[in-house]
């Protein structure tokens, strides 16, 4: 695979469909029903495509974008939908926190909520029990983006349930930061949320096993951080619990690589109060760097209910190296099975292959973090 000449590069991965669904790239994409709800970075803010013929994947309606901000994030649970809305960059005015949409009609989706919160917004969230919205919102009192709980079963009304925050954040309780200057701790998520524990990436503070046996009271497991010397940013800790792993996302953030590695790292969580790293996901990565963008790991398919939950493989979008699969059958060594990187867009330095989603019949679903093309999938290599 030659990286520089900024073609369509595939392994084991056919092209079912490529769709120009809006003007503006995205920051997540879930599937469900038949539906895809994409939510935008700016400008334009959720999609709803029909993907029941993934062939030919026809948009169905659009909700705005919030006042000068995005809502870049969306949860579906049976007919509810939530969409965040955070400030986008120092834009203003703005008004932050969780919408709430009634989506029983994908062709007229109505609002019929909102929580409001502090500050710069809800960045990301976990909804699929319709009941409890898991989110990370700013609140007062906080040095930044916190974990809370929403209580959703009047979703006409969102209430906080409880919040819990990395040790430090609390300046206003008296905490002082622990950690490093010029460090960023912050709750990035998604919080992921597996029977009674929720697992939590902290940016720079590294991740969070919580104990929400009793939901009003998130307690702390532990916690793992490798930043430094390692390059931070955690994003996304996914458990596969039948394997007793975690696979822990780092979000790579500059372009043209400049920054410490990002990994995504293969734990061995056997004793979930002493998680063990035991692998890094090493992919085709030559020239990658030279091509302008991001290279490097953050999203991955986040085995939501109802969708593939596959603990064999790693569906990763990397940015300018489009999308990677990953066979951890072997945790202690990840190899590459597959991967697509489509065609540079128009006007573009490179892609930027934001997040993927993979449905319970094995379609992959990528999108681009500045264009608003959506790509339907199919993985043909070895299981």
Same mark, same amino acid.
């Given at each position: ?23 503006? !790239? ?60 955070? @400030? ?10 969780? =919408? ?9 989706? @109505?609002?019929?909520?909102?929580? +409001?919160?502090?500050?710069? %917004?809800?960045? =990301?969230?976990?909804?699929?029990? !319709? /009941? ?20 959703? @079963? #009047? ?17 206003? !309780? %008296? ?19 597996? %029977? ?15 104990? $929400? ?5 998130? *307690?702390? $497991? ?9 390059? %931070? ?27 410490? /590695? ?7 969580? =056997?004793? /979930?109060? #002493?998680? $063990? ?39 990763? *979008? ?5 999308? =990677? $699969? ?8 990840? /190899? ?32 681009? @973090? ?7 999938? +199919? ?5």
């Amino acid at each position: 695979m030659l990286a520089s000449d900024h073609r369509e590069h595939r392994k084991n991965v056919r092209v079912i469909s490529r769709t120009k669904i809006a003007s503006a !790239g995205a920051g997540q994409i879930v599937v469900d029903r038949g539906t895809a709800f994409v939510a935008h970075l700016c400008g334009e803010g959720v999609t709803l495509v029909n993907v029941k013929n993934p062939c030919d994947p026809k948009v169905i309606s659009k909700i705005p974008a919030p006042l000068s901000g995005h809502s870049h994030k969306v949860q579906v649970s049976g007919d509810i939908m939530i969409v965040n809305n955070e @400030r986008y960059k120092k834009f203003e005015p703005w008004l932050a926190g969780v =919408r709430v949409y009634d989506i029983s009609s994908t062709e007229n989706p @109505r609002e019929i909520g909102f929580f +409001e919160t502090p500050g710069k %917004g809800v960045h =990301r969230m976990w909804f699929v029990d !319709g /009941e409890f919205a898991h989110i990370t919102p700013t609140a007062e009192g906080y040095t930044d983006q916190i974990y809370m709980v929403l209580d959703m @079963r #009047n979703p006409g009304r969102p209430e906080e349930y409880s919040r819990w925050w990395y040790p430090g954040m609390w300046t206003a !309780g %008296g905490e002082t930061p622990t950690w490093p200057e010029g460090a960023r701790v912050r709750a990035h998520g998604p919080a992921y949320v597996q %029977g009674n524990r929720a697992y939590l990436g902290w940016t720079d503070g590294g991740f969070t096993i919580l104990d $929400i046996t009793d939901l009003k009271k998130p *307690a702390l $497991i532990s916690k793992f951080n490798c930043y430094p010397p390692y390059g %931070g940013l955690t994003h996304t800790v996914l458990p596969l619990p039948e394997r007793d792993l975690l696979v822990v996302t780092d979000e790579a953030h500059a372009d043209f690589c400049r920054e410490p /590695e990002k990994f995504v790292w293969i734990f061995d969580a =056997r004793n /979930e109060k #002493n998680p $063990i790293p035991i692998s890094t996901v090493q992919v085709e990565d030559a020239g990658f760097c030279q091509k302008g963008g991001r290279f490097g790991p953050h999203n991955i398919h986040e085995n939501r209910p109802g969708s593939l939950i596959d603990d064999q493989l790693v569906y990763i *979008a990397y940015f300018n190296g489009g999308l =990677r $699969i990953v066979d951890i059958s072997d945790p202690y060594r990840p /190899e590459e099975v597959g991967y697509f990187v489509p065609e540079k867009p128009e006007g573009q330095a490179a892609v930027q292959t934001n997040d993927v989603f993979v449905d319970a019949d094995g379609l992959i679903y990528i999108v681009d @973090r500045l264009d608003g093309t959506m790509y339907v999938l +199919e993985y043909t290599g070895p299981r």
